[in-house]
């Protein structure tokens, strides 16, 4: 016998032992997917993270006005709740697959949640809750913004008539101008947060080291309210360097383009939010390697490949 064959059994199993250790070696693959060693390909790989939701995505999808889902829409009136101004919930109107994660978008200074409600309708289409939120008043500034980004969370995820659809685990704010600023001032007093976005924002404070969570800083290379130069660029360059980030600078557009719908603004915050709110790696190829200069973007600059 050679050293390293293995000793052969005395007697070999029966016919009906080999059939039933067959049969329970069957059940027990049915019951913990992956039991049997072997991946399955194409759409069962989604059994590998819980979170994701939708179709595999393509650049037509992430550039679409309308993603996957069907969207459902709910009012919700200031005064039925506290600490911020009341808003509107968009979510997709199907439960089959689960809960989904959450964002909630705070518009900037003078500005009501009707400036940002394009982005409603089209980040829920993609498998999100999306709360569009008017703040106490229209003149709040950055911190307050922050504030009641924070606050429209714990309400969504509390007592809001769709708390049972979101995964309070899995949430993301955004915001434009002094809401852009809030965005930032949410993040940084809510380190679990899994994305930020700020939108041509405004801040007197320049400087983020305590900032956790994922950030996307979009700028404008026309913005003459907060110029990249003295908002946007150090925002994004005193975020840690140990930390997923990245800056988009818009071509030919100005401080308030993001209260338009604006195509690259779309399918950026969607790829951003799907790989960081979803943990969704199937939009990484959107990020990564890092998109280049064209005719809607001056620069990008980010960390490749991502961290988390």
Not at 22 to 51: F, H, K, M, Q, W
Not at 57 to 66: F, M, Y
Not at 70 to 92: D, E, K, L, W
Request: proline share 10%; glycine share 10%; net charge neutral.
């Amino acid at each position: 016998m050679h050293p390293y064959s293995p000793p052969r059994p005395a007697t070999s199993p029966s016919p009906r032992l080999w059939a039933g250790a067959l049969a329970t070696a069957a059940l027990v693959a049915t019951l913990i997917p992956g039991a049997s060693g072997a991946r399955a390909a194409g759409p069962a790989e989604a059994a590998d993270n819980p979170y994701e939701r939708g179709p595999a995505p393509t650049v037509a999808s992430i550039e679409a006005d309308r993603g996957p889902y069907a969207v459902s829409q709910a009012p919700v009136s200031p005064v039925a709740v506290s600490g911020f101004g009341g808003g509107t919930i968009y979510y997709p109107t199907s439960t089959a697959d689960g809960t989904f994660g959450a964002v909630a978008v705070v518009p900037g200074f003078t500005g009501t949640q009707s400036s940002l409600a394009w982005l409603g309708p089209r980040l829920a289409s993609q498998g999100f809750v999306v709360f569009t939120i008017d703040t106490v008043t229209v003149l709040d500034q950055p911190a307050s913004r922050g504030r009641q980004l924070l606050a429209a969370l714990d309400y969504l995820t509390g007592s809001s008539a769709v708390s049972d659809r979101i995964d309070g685990a899995r949430l993301g704010v955004m915001g434009h101008s002094m809401g852009g600023g809030g965005t930032l001032e949410a993040a940084k007093t809510r380190t679990s947060l899994k994305a930020a976005i700020p939108l041509t924002a405004w801040n007197l404070d320049k400087s983020w080291p305590e900032v956790r969570t994922p950030t996307l800083v979009f700028g404008a290379d026309g913005d003459t309210v907060a110029p990249v130069a003295t908002h946007s660029e150090p925002f994004y360059t005193s975020l840690p360097d140990s930390l997923d980030k990245a800056y988009l600078e818009l071509k030919g557009a100005t401080h308030n383009t993001p209260n338009t719908a604006n195509t690259t603004l779309a399918k950026y915050s969607v790829s951003w939010l799907k790989r960081f709110i979803d943990s969704d790696t199937r939009y990484e190829q959107f990020l990564c390697p890092l998109p280049q200069p064209g005719p809607a973007i001056v620069e990008y600059r980010g960390n490749c490949p991502h961290h988390s």
